[in-house]
């Protein structure tokens, strides 16, 4: 019988980081991955100092660029640029990020199963029962459920979600006379539909384009990142990749497992609402589900979850209620010495998104943005 302590469902930044911590913790564990390593993700690719962090005794980031400077544009207009003494943000590629993961779980004596679907989850007295593509059965005491808000462990414990947003992206090979002016920065425009922002992040000889806004009106979505891709004067390269998908935010108290069932990441719909960052949190509540269930104790990942994670979501989602009503405030903000200070601290994982708006000059002006009645209007471009 295929009988494990510890098995994990897909292989990304959440699963690899569950199977490390249980394997690192002595327990027999099987990682079972769809795809196979190493394989193209649509993702930003930037990593913020807490995902640095969660990875440094793990891996050497594979970094594509390293970002101390950025700009900022509201639906094009009003551009500034701002410098950093350090690094703010580290540019990966998915397919190697993610590749060095895997051999870093593996070297913690996790077995990586790759090409493997799960259609079933059955849960009985003798632990967890996996049913694969083509009938095969792998039982483990513990599962994680590591394979996305769309997968089958999300859907078996029953995860709900409260925002669900549309993201674009183009990785396009960056011409040759624009390599320097992107070199070691990043640009952020905040949109034309509430709650969006668009993005370009370097990666050496490729620049990922891409933008983000609410489900629900996807043609809006698409115009917006057509009209991006224009602004930027690129809108005659042809993209390497051209990809879409859904991230999806938990609704609050929103279940984290269901008997010895433990989801993660995108799994669990665990990200930042407002920016819609979700590796570092791919990265710790991976970890965390590891650890609890190399200790068969899901109730030990609810709480470290609910300490860790939960108030920064929170702190997210009122930052994205004022974004979305003036996101021309926001911008203003940025501008300034004290406001560019904090969202460099918060890049750089000094600081937490609930760091920042429990002081109380933050809490009373997002209050009072997210009351106000009427967005405002959107700058042309």
């Avoid at 669900?164 to 992107?182: I, N, Y």
């Avoid at 069932?261 to 990265?283: C, K, Y």
């Avoid at 009503?325 to 918060?346: D, K, M, N, Y």
């Amino acid at each position: 019988m295929d009988v494990w302590d510890v098995a994990v469902v897909g292989a990304g930044p959440a699963g690899l980081s569950a199977a490390y911590a249980a394997a690192r913790a002595g327990a027999r564990t099987l990682v079972l991955e769809r795809a196979e390593h190493p394989r193209y993700k649509t993702c930003g690719g930037g990593l913020i100092g807490t995902s640095l962090a969660a990875v440094r005794e793990r891996i050497e980031v594979p970094a594509e660029d390293r970002v101390d400077r950025m700009s900022f544009t509201l639906n094009g207009r009003r551009g500034f640029t701002r410098h950093s003494g350090g690094p703010l943000l580290t540019m990966v590629r998915r397919e190697r990020f993610d590749d060095r993961l895997r051999a870093a779980a593996q070297r913690a004596g996790a077995q990586v199963r790759q090409r493997v679907s799960v259609r079933a989850v059955q849960q009985d007295q003798d632990g967890v029962r996996l049913r694969l593509a083509g009938g095969a059965e792998v039982t483990a005491a513990v599962v994680v459920g590591a394979d996305g808000s769309s997968g089958i462990t999300a859907r078996h414990v029953g995860v709900e979600y409260e925002q669900v947003d549309l993201g674009l992206e183009v990785e396009l090979p960056t011409p040759a006379d624009q390599r320097e002016r992107w070199r070691g920065r990043v640009l952020l425009d905040w949109g034309p539909l509430p709650g969006s922002y668009a993005w370009v992040f370097p990666k050496q000889d490729l620049l990922t384009v891409g933008v983000i806004a609410s489900r629900g009106d996807g043609e809006a979505t698409r115009r917006y990142l057509t009209d991006f891709v224009d602004r930027l004067g690129l809108a005659g390269v042809q993209p390497a990749h051209d990809s879409g998908h859904l991230t999806r935010c938990r609704t609050a108290g929103s279940p984290l497992h269901r008997g010895r069932v433990l989801v993660a990441g995108d799994a669990a719909g665990l990200l930042e609402p407002w920016s819609r960052e979700g590796i570092s949190f791919a990265l710790r509540s991976g970890a965390l589900a590891g650890a609890a269930a190399a200790a068969g104790d899901p109730q030990r990942y609810v709480a470290e979850v609910g300490a860790e994670l939960v108030p920064e979501m929170r702190a997210g989602h009122r930052l994205l209620a004022a974004f979305s009503r003036r996101p021309s405030a926001f911008h203003a903000v940025v501008a300034t010495p004290p406001g560019w200070r904090l969202f460099g601290r918060f890049c750089r994982g000094e600081t937490s998104f609930a760091g920042v708006v429990d002081r109380f000059p933050v809490r009373t002006a997002l209050a009072l943005l997210a009351r106000s009645r009427t967005a405002a209007p959107a700058v042309p471009a």
